[in-house]
């Protein structure tokens, strides 16, 4: 049965101590993942950290916009050719009370990151949280450019489903679809068909509730494919084979 986590960051700090050996459980878990980088050291950590079976994509999440300059996206741009880069991302934008950086900031960054991706011929990885309005805005302006996208750890709207499916991008679901108060979530989740859905763990975050409280890891993907597979009235293979075949497809990956 394939299985693919398409979005976790193995090379986040709480791993440090044992990475090699969580390596080893997700390649024995999964058919092969997606290590994304969501600054330039973590880019640069998640291109390091590939090989066979482990992919990576580099880019700069909101939350670090104001480092995106010319600099910055040449050193993206160089990260990206190594074979195993996939996408750009994370990107987006994050209007959170948590993140100070200016909204004018971040949809600069935003921009500049998927023309970069359209000139490369990469899809995107957008990190999307309180900020649906004005990432439709951009996104409308640039979608037709690149060869696809996917709204990682998806928590919109219904209405953001159809909007995101629109633009023919995949939209994927982590851990938090399985939280016991995640009814909006779900509903977002059977809007999805099953040949725009991925599955993902945002590791170190976000484990599903069976897991609920331990460092989250790629092997606990089959947790989130075990509930959406229940949610949608389908076999698990039937949901592990399609996510699995989405994620090649969208990131070009063979399997």
Not at 166 to 182: D, E, L, M, Q, R
């Amino acid at each position: 049965m394939p299985l693919v986590d398409s979005h976790c960051h193995l090379q986040d700090s709480a791993f440090d101590a044992d990475r090699g050996e969580l390596l080893s459980r997700a390649l024995e878990a999964l058919d092969w993942l997606v290590v994304i980088g969501d600054d330039l050291p973590t880019s640069r950590a998640a291109v390091d950290l590939t090989q066979p079976g482990v992919y990576a994509s580099v880019g700069i999440h909101p939350y670090h916009a104001a480092t995106v300059d010319a600099p910055a996206l040449q050193d993206l741009r160089e990260l990206a050719r190594s074979p195993h880069v996939v996408a750009i991302g994370e990107i987006g934008l994050d209007y959170f009370k948590h993140n100070d950086t200016p909204r004018d900031v971040q949809q600069s960054a935003f921009q500049q990151q998927l023309e970069l991706a359209a000139s490369l011929e990469l899809p995107v990885v957008i990190h999307n949280r309180e900020s649906e309005e004005d990432l439709a805005a951009i996104v409308d302006a640039h979608h037709a450019r690149l060869p696809g996208g996917v709204m990682h750890c998806f928590a919109g709207s219904t209405a953001f489903v159809e909007r995101a499916l629109s633009w023919g991008f995949y939209i994927s679901f982590a851990g938090n679809v399985t939280f016991p108060k995640a009814e909006e979530l779900r509903a977002a989740a059977r809007a999805v068909p099953l040949e725009r859905l991925l599955i993902e763990t945002d590791a170190p975050y976000l484990a599903p509730q069976a897991v609920r409280g331990k460092r989250c890891e790629p092997a606990f993907v089959r947790y989130t494919a075990e509930h959406l597979a229940e949610l949608k009235g389908v076999a698990l293979e039937t949901l592990c084979a399609s996510t699995a075949e989405n994620a090649a497809r969208l990131f070009s990956v063979s399997f």
